[in-house]
């Protein structure tokens, strides 16, 4: 007689460690993407340093020349709470991102009832059009619309009256946007110039 003896069942461990450090989730400079570059600031210590006015040729080529640029970056520490960085190139002071400094701008949760909405399968987690973070409730709705419906999906003009205000009189200005999809872990940016269209450049992908 074969007695067969079954083991208890053991929980199953996860095979992705936690997230450690100072994390550089996605950065945008006048209009482009900079992430891995500006990942290559971070210091041992999980700090970053660096001066704006000298950021033009850290990330050469120039992408916008003879225009003001912005540098906009999505962060956190370990598994933390986002925290936003934006700030013009005139910018002369020396900015510091760390642990001890406090953050620049931490992401609120007020953009979450887009989830428990029409649009539940999109989280926009902050959207950036020249030196102003946008909250306008109509504008996030119109974006996770535009990343839920893609069978009605149309181009969307990035321009102010879009934004419902002009953020930055006079200049052309750069816009960010930072999303993920509810099934995701991965957090998505997409970023161009005023008057430019939203289109297609991300991936429900993890």
Known sequence: MTVIVKSEKQPAQSSVAPAQGLQVLAATFGGVNVTEKIRELIQDDDSMTFRMNQMVHYLAPDPLPNWVKTLTILYRFDDGPLSLFNAT????RTVQISRVTAPIMAIQQSEDGLKQGP??????????????????P???ADLARFF???????????????FKEDTWPNTWKSWTIFFKFTDSKRIQCVTGLENGALELPWSRRD
Do not use: P
């Not at 190139?89 to 002369?92: L, N, P, R, V």
């Not at 649009?119 to 909250?135: H, P, S, T």
């Open 89 to 92: 190139e005139q910018h002369s």
């Open 148 to 162: 839920t419906h893609e069978e009605q999906r149309s181009q969307i003009r990035m321009v102010n009256s879009f």
């Open 119 to 136: 649009f539940a399968d999109v989280e926009i987690l902050a959207v950036v059009y020249g030196k102003k973070r946008i909250q306008t």
């Open 138 to 140: 109509s504008v996030l």
